[in-house]
């Protein structure tokens, strides 16, 4: 018998596997697919990080254990970077060099998280989060937010209580692209700051150089003393197979918490971030040029074709994701979408039935090709009713 939790999680994400292996179906019989259904960014690595990557390859003694934090030279340039860019307060001593942000989250967690404490997400939510926090013994509360996406704080203070050990906050949000304003996270902040427990915040921010329309990004990190900023070169650099991030800790953290991160990297199976990446990172710290306007192109070009379809789309501030009210049950049109050789998302999985999503990271030609695709599904309902 496998693990009953494993056994739960496997059904709970069936929608995914069934809508997955039909689009590996389709592309065994030779069949075109138009698949939105993943954040895989088909964008590639810079040039420069390439050959960082090649020199770093053959230079002794790289391929052996370092720090279970990272190497510190590295280390600095992080805190460097995000010090001079007002993100966080840090220095180098509170970053651990991570396997991406997923490592990053599930060391937080399993060092702060005790036997059913309460981790409020805000829905809808990257539905990994559920699975992390059940990894410790946890319990996920899920707190609604307003028609925009936007923290509601009534909800919020509703769902605080003695047990509540953290929130995970993601700007721009996984599904629908919301940025929270620095108005709302400064709100947040005189929150928590007003509870009888100590609540700690987990900032998710993989998206946070892909940001439209000229917005500005703010970090809840710069803010409220008590976060973990987590990071990942998977989206901004297109690394996500590599799995290279890091986790930041404000100078508010206890010491004792950070030496027991690290504690917890080592002790989950990470041990240390990929040696390689992590020297190859420390020359490439930042996001590929102009990566914000290739994907605001694409962007848009969806926008205008889905609503001239009759579809309504919520605007994404940011990330690479559109949140899609479905004309039917989410569920039901996935199905559909699936049939017609398209693959998006429904937004059950996300804690948000009615909505699908897609993953605009994906080539222009896909993009072009499934505005037909999304017509013909529209006007196929349509004509059932």
Known sequence: MINARIDKDINSGS???????VGVKLKSEGKEVCDFSLGNPILEPPQKLIEAMQKYSAEKGIHRYMSNAGYEEVRKKVANYLNENKLIDTSFDRIIMTSGAGAAINVVL?????QDDEVIIFSPYFMEYVFYIENFCGKAIFCKTKEDFSIDFNELQNKITNKTKAIILNSPNNPTGKIYSKEDLQKLSDLLLKQENKIYIISDEPYRDIIFDDLKYHSICSIYPYSFMVYSWSKSLNLAGERIGYL??????DESIIKSLVVSFRVLGFVNAPSLMQKTI??????IKNIAEIYQK???FLINGLTKLGYSVFVPQGAF???????INDLEFCELAAKEQLLVTPGTGFGCPGYFRLAFCTDDVTIEKSLPLFEKLMKELKNKK
């Not at 399993?110 to 005790?114: E, G, L, Q």
């Open 15 to 21: 929608w995914v596997r069934k809508i997955f292996e």
């Open 110 to 114: 399993r060092t702060m998280i005790s």
């Open 248 to 253: 930041a800790c404000t100078k508010d953290i």
């Open 282 to 287: 420390g020359d490439n710290l930042l996001p």
């Open 298 to 300: 694409k962007r848009d």
């Open 321 to 327: 994701y559109l949140f899609v009210a479905s004309p």
